[in-house]
């Protein structure tokens, strides 16, 4: 069975100060990807950052990247210089390509920026 | 740019009667999936299109529940009859399709209330 964990119900930052939000999975395939989305309240769900499970170097997209280890099953978020904006709930997912596409989502992270 | 398109965006019912959701994905998706996702948690896969046929729904509740892609575009998921436990949003998302390293894109959800 696939399952994907976040252990940190709730988490908060200050604005303009780093935060790390945890992500744990645990699947036997070799061929997947991981992803992190984003959802801001009463708005949809939106891609934050993915990473290839084949490729060793970290993803980073502007202020968003993460920690890939891959022996370890964790795939962790790193949000640099935290913006109101980034007020949300994050939600950790995977993709195993090789049984047809199928996503798992863990039960999320929700994030508080505080002035 | 290019949206999944979902309606409606909210519905109230009463318990007992039958509703209907419908997704249109994003054009040139072979992949839809339909989730539900309960306030404070992640979105839990009801069921998985590829094209027109259906790739995963065992988490779908079949006695009441009924989903269709036709055509192999738009989707329909239909609720009969509602229980006030299917108060819940229901999200629509489409990717390109198996095996292709892509991430899904979200619809707005439908936010249903069963009183």
């Known amino acids: 069975a696939q399952t994907v964990t976040q252990s940190q119900p709730e988490m908060s930052v200050q604005e303009a100060e780093t935060v790390t939000l945890s992500c744990t999975y645990d699947?036997?395939?070799?061929?997947?990807?991981l992803f992190w989305y984003k959802q801001p309240p009463s708005r949809q769900m939106i891609l934050v950052i993915r990473?290839?499970?084949?490729?060793?170097q970290n993803a980073t997209e502007n202020r968003f990247s993460v920690n890939f280890q891959k022996a370890a099953k964790s795939f962790s978020l790193k949000i640099s210089d935290s913006q109101l904006g980034d007020a949300a709930m994050y939600f950790c997912a995977f993709l195993l390509l090789n049984t047809g596409n199928q996503f798992y989502f863990g039960t999320g992270t929700s994030l508080t920026v505080i002035p | 740019e290019a949206e999944v398109a979902q309606s409606p965006r909210y519905k109230i019912t009463e318990k007992s009667q039958a509703v209907a959701f419908w997704c249109d994905p994003i054009?040139?998706?072979?992949?839809l999936y339909w989730y539900r996702q309960i306030l404070g948690q992640g979105p839990e896969l009801l069921v998985q299109f590829q094209d027109e046929s259906v790739v995963d729904d065992s988490q779908l509740p079949k006695d009441r529940f009924s989903a269709e892609r036709l055509k192999g575009v738009d989707s329909t998921l239909k609720i009969q009859p509602a229980e006030l436990g299917d108060s819940a949003m229901y999200l629509c998302?489409?990717?390109?399709?198996?095996?292709?390293?892509?991430?899904?894109?979200f619809g707005q959800g439908t936010r249903l209330t069963v009183v």
């Open positions: 699947t036997s395939e070799s061929d997947y990807y």
């Open positions: 998302a489409s990717s390109l399709g198996q095996n292709l390293n892509t991430e899904a894109f």
């Open positions: 990473q290839e499970a084949y490729k060793q």
């Open positions: 054009s040139g998706h072979a992949t």
